[in-house]
């Protein structure tokens, strides 16, 4: 893979990273605070939805670390072992744990009694569907890249033969 091409990616892997932590740091407990001060009844979700979302962005942040572990590797030429598996592991387990974090919050949607500054039925149908269209797209991607492992999982072995052959 091309060196430039390698070198952008972990770029914008470092920034987003970088993103995130200011976003965990700053952005998160910033609106949770401005939210309460806005609206006094949202106070007792504001400790809870601020940790889900920090951990949300964590898991994030992994799976980001993950994939440029992942891209070290193959700037080696050394994506093709046992060690690669491990990475996609993490980037699997990351993503699980976001997507729980989702469910659990879809579920407390759907089902807690959360109030409304303007009793906007609207407003909490579509956090609501916002929330498990998250789940949706957390889940099609953990099995995207389980799908994505068992090709790296192929190509591993036959990468072992050939070099068995030769």
């Given amino acids: ?48 939805y601020v940790t889900v979302a920090i951990i949300g962005v964590a898991c994030i ?18 994506i093709f072992t046992p060690r690669a598996f491990r990475w996609v592991d993490v980037i699997i387990g990351s993503s699980l744990v976001a997507t729980l974090l989702a469910l659990g919050v879809t579920a407390h949607l759907a089902v807690g009694d959360i109030p409304s500054p303007d009793d906007n039925t609207m407003q909490a149908i579509g956090e609501l569907g916002a929330a498990a269209v998250c789940v949706g797209v957390g889940a099609a991607f953990a099995m995207l890249v389980v799908v994505m492992r068992g090709l790296l999982r192929k190509a591993t072995d036959l990468q072992t033969e050939i070099a068995e052959v030769v």
């Fill in 1 to 48: 893979m091309n060196q430039l091409f390698i070198g952008t990616l972990r770029f914008g892997i470092a920034a987003a990273i970088a993103c995130g932590l200011f976003g965990q740091l700053v952005v998160i407990p910033t609106t949770a605070a401005h939210e309460v001060d806005r609206f006094p009844p949202y106070e007792p979700f504001a400790v809870p």
């Fill in 61 to 78: 942040q992994v799976a980001l670390v993950a994939t440029w572990m992942l891209l070290d590797m193959v700037s080696r030429d050394a």
